[in-house]
């Protein structure tokens, strides 16, 4: 590979992964260390958008997502939920599975289905555009 050609490839690189962190609503940290959970660094909802910006550096058409606000307050689920509408809203299909989301994250779904568990599977009951 020429260093032309790398260089461009980098400047390249460099953008995709910009626009991964602004996607997310990272860029404005994308300098700061990660840190350890509770003590210093990110935040466990920045975390959780981080483990997405990680994901989508592969640039994959279809993410799927269980719970991606599990242990998080209100305020942070809602900026999670955010960023991954900012995904969807990129062309890809984003699949999450949530369990008693508020109003507020029920409402950023495109469409929703209902599942009944019937173990050991899962029946599908109904499906809604939200």
Known sequence: ?????SFHFACNMQEFVDEVL???????IKDALVGRPGINGLSLEQRK??????????NPSV?????PTTGLDARSAAIVMRAVKNISET????VCTIHQP???IFEAFD???YFLQ??????MIFINPV
């Open 1 to 5: 590979m020429s260093n032309l050609h």
């Open 22 to 28: 602004k996607t997310v609503e990272l860029d404005d």
């Open 49 to 58: 958008r981080l483990t997405v910006a990680v994901e989508l550096v592969s």
């Open 63 to 67: 993410i799927l997502m269980d719970e």
């Open 91 to 94: 062309g890809r299909t984003v």
């Open 102 to 104: 508020s109003t507020e």
């Open 111 to 113: 469409e929703v289905f």
């Open 118 to 123: 019937n173990i050991p599977n899962f029946q």
